[in-house]
Nanobody, 125 residues
Framework: QVQLTESGGGLVQAGESLRLSCAAS????????MGWFRQGPGKERIFVAAISGNGVITYYTDSVKGRFTISRDNAKNMAYLMMNSLKPEDTAVYYCAADPDLADITSRSGIPRYWGQGTQVSVSS
């Protein structure tokens, strides 16, 4: 069975940084694109960032470009989201996702195959 486990969330002040981690098991990690989504209070879950299986291709939603960096370490079966210059509007539960097809993560009509349980990020002003 596939399992994705997020960690690294917490409460920080605006302008500070956090790094989220996603540990994957039960799948051939390098064969899966990875992504991060978030869901704020009273909001729908939205796409944040994605990375291809080999780590060469990355995508970001406009609101986090230049602030967030997605990366992966295939030797450790880990994906990461480094979040710099955090803003109150970044407050959300952040979810890790995995899918063999990068397009299923980046496309509005796509649904990633596997999801983690989420980790809370709270940014105070």
């Amino acid at each position: 069975q596939v399992q994705l486990t997020e960690s690294g969330g917490g409460l920080v002040q605006a302008g500070e940084s956090l790094r989220l981690s996603c540990a994957a098991s039960g799948l051939t990690f390098s064969g899966y694109a990875m992504g991060w989504f978030r869901q704020g209070p009273g909001k729908e879950r939205i796409f944040v960032a994605a990375i291809s299986g080999n780590g060469v291709i990355t995508y970001y939603t406009d609101s986090v470009k230049g602030r967030f960096t997605i990366s992966r370490d295939n030797a450790k079966n880990m994906a990461y989201l480094m979040m710099n210059s955090l803003k109150p509007e970044d407050t959300a539960v952040y979810y890790c996702a995995a899918d063999p097809d990068l397009a299923d993560i980046t496309s509005r009509s796509g649904i990633p195959r596997y999801w983690g349980q989420g980790t809370q990020v709270s940014v105070s002003s």
